[in-house]
């Protein structure tokens, strides 16, 4: 195994596998939807194209390279299919073309027989669809596990160092806010190296889809998504996890409505999230240094330049009547980290 933790965001090359290996049908999912791939297998041939392909597109790109196989449960796929993909993957590590390999499966296909299958391969993280931590929920869901698979395989994986990300979703069925608080601190119990927090969208063809029909699931509002995801990342912000993604990531199929029937998708849910937490930052400090003047000034990060200002300007419009300022300057200032803001004197 490669040495697991790099502090270093990676270069991602994304090889999915639609639904392949999944025992179960789980009620919020549609793959196809979400990865815009077909259901069909992926061949090793494939696998190796594509790579090749994203090698070219990568350029200068310092940030260490990862072939992620994800849309799928990738330990419940045939062994010998697992063997020919983690094979093929293998190659480019030891041509140091790619520097590892990860994937994402269920908790309960990790088990000792399949660590055995890919102990030997360059893999350095294995991420989790947890999703909740609430046996009923997780029945209702149909995901076909318990939460103590969740902790079990962490424990199995946690012993043979991998790096661990566990994903969960937010606005499930039967799971209100004080619900999927509780799965947060679950999974923070479970100390791994990162989480992916995704709000439950109601996508075409899935189960859940013909619940929304007929009036038994109603969906969250993108503005309750925003704020439950934003006390979760500050959540885990304080137990030093991690949150390295915020809402599905965008595609074609989703960002033109033809995937989702309803709920709260935004192609950029996780900078919604960021600007709600320096909205709530800026309210602070500047309720706090007691702002009574016209104009102000915020000084941030550069790279947290349009967190502060929100959406389409919204966070400087809203501190503006908030404050009764006749106007506010967002300054660029790179010795402040990029999660903090400075009121200017
Ligand atoms: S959520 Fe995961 S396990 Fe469930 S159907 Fe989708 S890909 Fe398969």
Known sequence: MVNPISTRRPFIIPIFLPHAGCPHQCVFCNQTSITGAQRDSVSPEKVERQIHEF??????????????????????????????????????????????????????TIDHDRIEIIKNYPITAVEIGVQSMDDGVLAMVKRGHSASDTQKAVALLQDRHYQIGLQMMVGLP????????????????????????????????????????NGTYRPWSLERSIAHVKTLYLFFKKKNIPVIRMGLQAS??????????????????????????FLDMATEIMGHKSVSRDTATLKVHPKSISKMRGMKNSNVETLKRRFRLQSLKIVPDSSLPEDTLALSP
Do not use: M
Request: proline share 5%.
């Open 252 to 277: 074609e199929d989703l960002d033109s409505g033809a995937a989702v029937l309803a709920g709260p998708y935004h192609p950029a849910f996780g900078h919604l999230v960021h600007s709600e937490i």
């Open 55 to 108: 090698l070219k597109y990568k350029g200068n790109d310092r940030r260490p390279v990862q072939a992620a196989f994800y849309g799928g449960n990738f330990l419940g796929l045939e062994k010998e299919y697992i063997k020919r993909l983690l094979d093929v993957s293998a190659k480019f590590v030891k041509n140091k073309e790619i520097d590892a390999i990860r994937f994402s499966t269920r908790p309960d």
């Open 174 to 213: 039967e799971e209100d806010e004080a619900g999927s608080l509780s799965t947060a601190y679950r999974i923070g119990e479970l100390e791994p190296d990162f989480v992916r927090i995704y709000p439950t969208i109601v996508l075409k063809n899935s189960l859940l889809a013909r619940w929304y029909e």
